[in-house]
């Protein structure tokens, strides 16, 4: 009788592990994470841990990344859908992220923005008269930048890296106005900055 009961028990305790195993088997199936989720997370990650050692590393206080509508930008992966310009400026405590943009980010999109264009700022970016416009339009991304006074502005141009050279001609010598004869001077290429900060790995990426 005693091991009858003991067998009973232990059919019992296998059946309820079976069971067990066969839920979890199930919920691990069904389990598809979000993509457009985990690229945000990836870019949020990246930004806070990765680009403050790129910057620091290649002694760049400000990174100025200017996009257009239009124009596929090689970072998109990176910072997602944008036109205009993505500004990030080294505190020392933690890296601050301006966006003074038409549209930025979209799904999947950056996070944490800490300053972002005025209406009318946003409306002359994407508006058609772009090229027509007075350039004292941009005078909060003049008075952004010299209120941070960075000693070196690294611009997404490259005479050899096809990924660091996303600004076009016209765009370079419109910033190099909004920035005026004293910041225009302290600009350097970014490549060093964009090639860290691609190719140094956050943890989800290498689990993804």
Known sequence: MEKKIMKNKFYHILSIIMAFSLSLSAQQDEYKPDPQSVLQLIRNEKIKHVLPLAMRNNNVDMWIHVTRAGDPDPLEYEFGSTSGYLIFTDLGDRIEKAVFAGYFGGE???ENIDITASVELRRAITGY???KQ???V????????SSRDPKTIAVNYSDWI???DGIS???FEKLEK???PKYSNRIVSAENVITEFRTRRVLREIVV
Not at 138 to 144: A, D, G, H, L, R
């Open 138 to 145: 941009y005078n909060e991304i003049t008075e952004y930048v």
């Open 162 to 164: 096809a990924v660091s």
């Open 169 to 171: 001609h016209t765009q």
């Open 134 to 136: 007075n350039i004292s």
């Open 129 to 131: 008269d772009y090229g």
């Open 178 to 180: 909004i920035l005026g």
């Open 108 to 110: 999947g999109g950056i």
